[in-house]
């Protein structure tokens, strides 16, 4: 594969900062929210690879949206980085800054580099590696039999609220072995909902501070009274973590894994039900729920974007002067659909080599895309296996996505089935 930043070189003279660019646009607006595929087209046609945007607040950034350029940027950590605290736009950035919770520096794994990230990466791999997926399985299918019984009589259910995002907090709460009965974990989902997708009537940064203190809270209760949940698995890790440390890295573990599996198993359901390719699926069997779930990860991927990486020094990239400290957003629904790599415009490949867990260092830790199918994979198929005749109880066109520049995912996916007497 050509390397991006050699290509570079050779093509037209380098444009503009972001800050300076022009026909920067803003990645926000109901037609974004909709169809983002249409302005990645549009970006790619007027821009190239990589397209100055304007984040919430006009604060200038750098989308990448070529496969190539994805792949480049994550890996090479040593000229773009994730410590946040080098980006040259923070004096323009007021403090109740709507992406402020993700993108604010936190002494979490997600902002560390080089020997601290694989000090703390180390940790969490191995906490979530001796995770049982049978016996993860086995959680998932009991979670998602007391979901579907709440709903099952009553013959329709809003899946978006009452299952795929339930059902992920659910399972990722128990691993960390908080005891769901006696944690409230509604509102840890509201809240962790609330932080990622900044709603205009809400207050980010005050969900934020309320997942914090859930998390301290547990970690306390675990020093104490050691179980054996990735929470105690990782206190007891020889690297020594501290208690705040651990309290960082679970709050990224939980937010890192509810969020994307809850839109994967959204999105899945979503092309499901509607698409015909899979209409025979839950009786007779055309295309699998693993082709479903795989497609989805090309073309509806959870997490479309990505705050990112921040440029170390000056450098090049796909004919842009990228100035150290500039913000690069990692564009991976844009660069799953790449031309470059669909040059006959089939997407939706049997293969893995999409971007949706990223790459290098940073990466979707190990585990992590394992776990996620396998409550992926549960919850779908035991949605349809518990109602085979369920629907769509609105027409396709009538489904709405939600407001996030980062998760694309629906803002809710109304059905209809018989009504299940229990
Ligand atoms: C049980 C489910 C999951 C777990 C435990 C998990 C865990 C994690 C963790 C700990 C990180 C931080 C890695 C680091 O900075 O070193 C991460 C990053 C990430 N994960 Fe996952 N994850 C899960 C599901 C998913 C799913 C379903 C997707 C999308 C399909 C996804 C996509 C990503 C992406 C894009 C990143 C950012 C990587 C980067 O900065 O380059 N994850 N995940």
């Known amino acids: 594969m050509t390397d991006p930043a050699q290509a570079v070189e050779e093509q037209a003279p380098p444009r503009g900062c972001p800050a300076h660019a022009g026909g920067a646009i803003r990645l926000s607006g109901l037609e974004y929210q909709q169809t983002p595929s249409q302005l990645y087209r549009a970006l790619r046609t007027e821009h190239g690879a990589v397209a100055p945007i304007l984040l919430d607040g006009d604060i200038p950034a750098w989308l990448v949206l070529g496969y190539a350029e994805v792949s480049y940027v994550t890996g090479h950590d040593e000229l773009f980085a994730r410590d946040s605290r080098r980006w040259n736009q923070w ?243 844009a660069a799953n659909t790449d031309p470059q790599i669909w040059p006959e415009g089939h997407v939706g490949a049997e293969n893995s080599a999409h971007l949706s867990f990223s790459n290098g260092e940073h990466r979707c830790l190990y585990p992590g895309p394992l776990l996620a199918d396998v409550i992926a994979r549960t919850a779908v198929e035991t949605l349809l296996e518990r109602l085979p005749d369920v629907v769509l109880a609105v027409d396709p066109h009538e489904l709405t996505w939600r407001p996030s520049i980062w998760m694309r995912g629906l803002t809710a996916l109304p059905v209809s089935f018989t009504p299940v007497v229990q």
Request: proline share 6%; aromatic share 6%.
């Open 91 to 333: 004096p323009n950035i007021p403090a109740d800054w709507p992406l402020m919770p993700f993108v604010g520096y936190q002494p979490s794994l997600l902002f560390t580099e080089g020997p601290e990230h694989q000090r703390r990466a180390g940790v969490v791999t191995e906490a979530l590696e001796a995770v049982d997926q049978f016996e993860l399985a086995h959680t998932c299918r009991e979670i998602a039999e007391g979901l579907i019984d709440a709903f099952a009589g009553s013959g329709q259910a809003e899946l978006m609220e009452l299952y795929a995002h339930a059902l992920p907090m659910r399972a990722v709460v128990q691993l960390c072995g908080m005891p769901v009965g006696a944690t409230d974990t509604e509102d840890l989902v509201r809240d962790l909902r609330i932080s990622l997708d900044a709603p205009e009537d809400d207050d980010p940064v005050a969900a934020y501070l309320r997942v914090q203190a859930r998390i301290e809270q547990l970690v306390k209760e675990k020093r104490s009274t050691p179980g054996t949940d990735v929470t105690s698995r990782m206190l007891a890790h020889p690297a020594g973590l501290t208690d705040d440390e651990v309290v960082q890295d679970l709050i990224t573990l939980i937010a890192a894994a509810q969020q994307p599996t809850a839109n994967w198993i959204c999105n899945s359901l979503r092309l499901l039900l509607t698409d015909d390719r899979f209409a025979l699926n839950v009786s007779g069997g055309r295309l699998s729920v693993g082709q479903a779930l795989n497609e989805v990860l090309w073309l509806d991927t959870p997490t479309q974007n990505f705050i990112g990486r921040w440029a170390v020094r000056d450098t090049q990239l796909a004919g842009r002067h990228i100035k150290a400290g500039d913000c690069l957003v990692l564009g991976f629904a």
